[in-house]
């Protein structure tokens, strides 16, 4: 029986006692310049975020980015990926990102901190461009429904929210319990985009120009999916110039965001709220990865693979 060396390339995760004979390493992170000789011996890598392109190996993360999956095929080598570990996390982190914006929270806790603001002008309601709609009075537009996209349907239910969930873009025909995409840009009020990135690019720029032309002036959108589902440069012009209410996004068309590659990162950008790709993050997506790692590793040992993606 073979016995495996295990090289886990950074930590999110402590692994638990697997069921086949091993050897275990762990690294905090690793740079692209430590990687070959980190793995070079290793017969199961794991790895959260750090990418891995070339290895005859087995490789284990959330969602394997297309060129390592590619680069894996070429070489015989299994990735199995940890499906819908994080569902109820960036489920909920896309509500946070809904209540802050269409409360204003960030714009009206800094004037709070300020000490000033407030004690000169009481008419505070002014710092809105809409009055803010409670639950009940909002659209909510699914976009993506997958287990993300059924957990924020059940969430928006929940609230007292309508709910519709989007057929496709471009669809020829409307699905039981769909709403037809175009219908969605004009009947929402808010949109949650939990879409995956596609090989076929289907997904990409999904909201652009056109849709936020299409959609309500007092809308608010929250990607909680993949960068490049919403046009960026777009969607600055959309806030710029007031055609919706608001945007909040955790993902970025290009990670880790900077100035130089994302015109997001503009603190003149009005009613727009971001986090750095952090929707993932609870004890529960902990727990859930660690179960699922262990199920996956066990499989691949006994020659089994599980999760494999294709």
Not at 173 to 179: A, I, K
Not at 290 to 300: G, I, S
Request: a neutral charge.
């Amino acid at each position: 029986m073979t016995k495996h060396l295990v090289v886990c390339i950074d930590t999110l995760i402590t692994l638990p006692p697997l069921n086949f004979d091993y050897d275990l390493t762990e690294y905090p992170s690793t740079t692209p310049e430590d990687l070959p000789s980190r793995i070079k011996d290793a017969t199961i890598v794991v790895t959260n975020t750090t990418p891995v392109t070339k290895k005859k190996n087995h490789l284990n993360r959330p969602e394997p980015p297309a060129h390592s999956v590619t680069a894996a095929k070429a070489r015989n080598v299994i990735v199995s990926h940890v499906p819908a570990q994080s569902a109820a996390s960036v489920s909920e982190h896309a509500f946070a990102l809904y209540f802050a914006l269409r409360r204003n929270i960030l714009p009206l806790h800094a004037l709070t901190l300020d000490g000033k603001t407030w004690a000169g002008d009481n008419m505070l309601h002014k710092h809105f461009a809409h009055p803010p709609r409670t639950n009940a009075e909002e659209t909510l537009v699914v976009v993506g429904y997958g287990a993300i996209g059924k957990n924020v349907a059940a969430i928006g239910s929940a609230l007292g929210m309508r709910v519709l969930v989007a057929e496709r873009k471009g669809a020829g025909s409307v699905r039981e319990g769909r709403t037809g995409f175009e219908e969605c840009l004009k009947e929402g009020t808010v949109f949650v985009v939990v879409v995956p990135s596609s090989s076929d690019g289907s997904t990409k720029d999904m909201f652009a120009r056109r849709e936020f032309e299409v959609m309500n002036e007092s809308a608010v959108i929250v990607n909680a999916g993949r960068g490049g589902a919403i046009n960026e440069s777009d969607l600055v012009e959309a806030l710029k110039s007031k055609q919706i209410g608001g945007a909040a996004t955790d993902v970025y068309e290009n990670e880790p965001a900077t100035k130089e590659n994302c015109p997001l990162l503009d603190p003149m950008i009005p009613n727009l709220v971001l986090t750095p790709h952090i929707a993932w993050f609870s004890s529960s997506t902990i727990k859930n990865t660690v179960a699922m790692a262990k199920a996956n590793l066990e499989a691949f040992a006994a020659g089994k693979p599980q999760n494999v993606v294709q």
